[in-house]
């Protein structure tokens, strides 16, 4: 039974309900060690903090910065700032200095919670530059604070401050004051084109949206839900607390790249990620098959095959298997599918809801085929994360991302843009007050700028409006398909589609270094760098021929004719990439001007 109140008090009004189940599993920064607090135990640490925040003189409705990677703190953060009516302003861990010190300066940050000592040292070096900043507050007590630095404090000195609850009736008129009008969070998004923008998320959308979710999301009191992408990411942060007001026992990973290993040791039953995360398990375990003896490589082929008739052919379009196809699907399930399954962590698979990029349709088959129910899903940070998403026992189509959940209106405006109405909505972004008049229609409709269309119900994206190019012949190209196309690869790590006011389609690919050198080896090339592996003529004949079969399905004028290698990832640090890691193509295309041009010279 779903919880679904004001966020101010939704912890303690599940601690009476749950008492000493376990709500929360973790770890301390640097720790391998797992911990667990109870219901009981996360309301009494959340009174604490807000009593904290009361005794360093937060007002209503002050904007409050944390700029950390996932913690236990971070939660308590969260939940005891909505106690006593701020606003959170999450930024990202990976954030760099200039965007924080915008983000602070913007939102007019005093108080801001960072991680680790990356994090610490950033925020200390831009603390001259924020006028309003006053305090910096650390949940890592590892971190070595600067000598000259009198404005930090640890996480644990802060929490001292609120002991014994001195301010609990101050804390109580707030729950009592609290309203759904209220602004909860402000969430700065690192768009594609470098701009950044406050969106705007109220208590009001957090409670249609859960409303709306919990009749089309089943996680329930017995899920164990990993919490795997940034809670910055409206995506994690909606579902992350959609999973708490129904009582889900939450594991907070807090370094992502130790997620294989997490899942290993914990086996959710639940979680939320992107498609490159599929992506890269189908591609691992397709790897597997390839290098399989020929007995064990028919096998596999053998159930993926029935996998695929039985749960996409029939399950997926509401039919039931016939009963012969039902004991053969039994038989690969416990001797195939259970050992791929046990190999991620997946004992226990209960649903995964995936968005944020385009999922391919052949990664989407796979995952469903071995018997994993990924929930594919739409949304927005403007719409507190899910428009759409498929429903779990329900039918479903591989390419779609599902059926608009209760309450949102979807309606298909001019170049067939997705807008978008409802209670689950923002308001605006923040100070932003042309671009928000701009970004709704005259029935008040979000221009989201996705094109799609709706077909049964059931919502298509068919490209982002913006990121459509036109070659010099005239053509459209949507990149972002070409490109999930590619990534299903096992030696495409990563890909930027270059087409744009061009003659024809070009690529910049960076390679899995790992699974090249071992081609390399295997194939007796000799290259004593990233860069020589790249150059190697029998190395880009072979990602051709590999470009040229994943193709096959493309018209003639949206195939990459021309790519390059490069032996260096995408990156954060030099702007080709956003905190979500979406590709900045504007930045790519002038960071590779030379290469690019080179493959376009007559």
């Known amino acids: 039974m779903q919880t679904n109140c004001h966020l101010s008090v939704l912890v303690h009004e599940q601690a009476k309900k749950y008492g000493e189940k376990v709500v929360l599993t973790y770890r301390d920064f640097g ?20 009593n904290a925040l009361l005794n360093v003189g937060v007002g209503v409705q002050e904007n409050i910065g944390v700029f950390s990677q996932n913690a236990v703190q971070y939660m308590f953060t969260d939940f005891g700032a909505f106690g006593v009516r701020a606003v959170t302003v999450p930024f990202y861990a990976t954030s760099s200095e200039e965007q924080i010190r915008f983000m602070i300066s913007d939102a007019e940050v005093r108080l801001l919670f960072v991680g680790e000592q990356e994090q610490y040292d950033k925020a200390h070096r831009v ?60 969430l700065y998004t690192s768009g594609t084109t470098g701009d950044s923008k406050g969106v705007i998320l109220s208590y009001s959308q957090y ?207 001019e170049n067939e843009e997705i807008l978008l109405k409802g209670p689950t909505i923002t308001r605006g972004y923040y100070k932003r007050e042309a671009l928000t008049k701009a970004s709704f229609d005259e029935e008040g409709f979000f221009r989201t700028g996705d094109a799609g269309y709706m077909s049964n119900g059931e919502l298509f994206l068919k490209e982002r409006i913006k990121d459509l190019f036109k070659t010099s012949n005239g053509k459209y190209i949507a990149p972002q398909l070409i490109e999930s196309k590619l990534l299903v690869d096992k030696f495409v790590e990563q890909i930027a589609v270059i087409a744009d006011q061009r003659k024809f389609v070009s690529a910049l690919i960076v390679p899995n270094f790992a699974m090249l050198e071992e081609y390399a080896a295997d194939n007796g090339i000799k290259a004593g760098s990233n860069e020589e592996l790249c150059k190697h003529p029998r190395i880009i004949k072979m990602m051709q021929e590999r470009m040229d079969t994943l193709q096959q399905g493309l018209a003639s004028y949206e195939r990459i004719k021309k790519f390059v290698l490069l032996p260096n990832m995408f990156s954060m640090e030099k702007g080709e990439l956003t905190n979500t890691l979406k590709i900045r193509r504007n930045v790519l295309v002038k960071n590779y001007a030379a290469e690019i041009d080179e493959m376009y010279k007559e």
């Open 31 to 50: 720790s391998k060690e797992w911990k667990s607090i109870s219901w009981n135990t996360f309301s009494h640490i959340v009174k604490q903090v807000s």
């Open 127 to 186: 603390f001259p530059q924020c006028p309003t900043l006053e305090r910096i507050i650390i949940y890592d007590r590892g971190v070595t604070i600067h000598p000259n630095d009198a404005n930090a404090i640890y996480f644990d000195d802060f929490l001292k401050l609120g002991e014994n609850f001195p301010r609990q009736t101050e804390v109580e008129k707030r729950y009592a004051d609290a309203s759904f009008d209220d602004i909860c969070n402000i």
């Open 207 to 413: 409670y249609a949206a859960f409303e709306a979710n919990h009749r089309s999301v089943p996680v329930g009191e017995d899920d164990v839900v990993m919490n795997f992408l940034p809670y910055t990411h409206v995506f994690e942060r909606g579902w992350a607390i959609l999973c708490l007001t129904e009582g889900a026992h939450l594991v907070i990973n807090t370094y992502p790249k130790e997620i294989q290993e997490t899942m290993r040791q914990i086996h959710p039953t639940c979680m939320s990620s992107v498609p490159r995360f599929w992506e890269k398990v189908y591609v691992g375990v397709k790897a597997k098959i390839d290098d399989a003896s020929g007995v064990k490589r028919a096998l596999f082929k053998k159930a993926l095959s029935v996998g695929r008739r039985h749960n996409i052919e029939y399950l997926s379009h509401g039919k039931r298997p016939p009963i012969h196809l039902q004991l053969e699907y039994a038989f690969y399930n416990k001797a195939v599918f259970s050992l791929i399954r046990k190999q991620l962590g997946l004992e226990n698979a209960h649903f995964f809801p995936t968005a944020g990029a385009t999922v391919s349709p052949e990664v989407e088959e796979f995952i469903h085929s071995i018997g994993i129910n990924m929930m594919v899903g739409y949304g927005l940070t403007e719409s507190l994360a899910t428009v759409s998403n498929d429903h779990l026992g329900e039918p479903y189509t591989i390419g779609s991302v599902g059926r608009p959940i209760f309450s949102v209106q979807v309606k298909i405006g």
